[in-house]
């Protein structure tokens, strides 16, 4: 069974930083992949970023303030989130699935999710 674990969420001011993390246990396929994604109030859940072995995805709205990383000693997937904004404010999850190429935004694909974790920036 896998479970994937977030854990770093919290509250902080526009330009602050926060790092979450995402603790993968369960899984044997040297094919997985992992993105994170969020989803605000009435608004549809958005990947932010994604992580395929070398393969490194963000959406634009997060270029050059958020990094995705991974320690595979760890099995532990890492969002480091800078300069962030209200419009960041979200639940976060952690996703993952056995990658076969195409979209990697689209939630459906994925089919191990975490509980999540807030995210609430204050302006």
């Known amino acids: 069974q896998v479970l994937l674990v977030e854990s770093g969420g919290g509250s902080v001011q526009t330009g602050g930083s926060l790092r979450l993390t995402c603790v993968i246990s369960?899984?044997?396929?040297?094919?997985?992949?992992v993105a994170w994604f969020r989803q605000a109030p009435a608004k549809e859940r958005e990947g932010v970023a994604f992580?395929?072995?070398?393969?490194?995805l963000y959406i634009d709205s997060v270029k050059g303030r958020f990094t995705i990383s991974q320690d595979n000693a760890k099995n532990t997937v890492y969002l480091q989130m800078n300069s962030l904004k209200p419009e960041d404010s979200a639940m976060y999850y952690c996703?993952?699935?056995?990658?076969?190429?195409?979209?990697?935004?689209?939630?459906?694909?994925?089919?191990?999710w975490g509980q999540g974790t807030q995210v609430t920036v204050s302006s």
């Open positions: 992580i395929y072995r070398r393969d490194i």
């Open positions: 369960g899984v044997t396929d040297i094919n997985y992949s």
């Open positions: 996703a993952g699935t056995r990658w076969s190429g195409g979209v990697w935004n689209e939630a459906s694909r994925y089919s191990d």
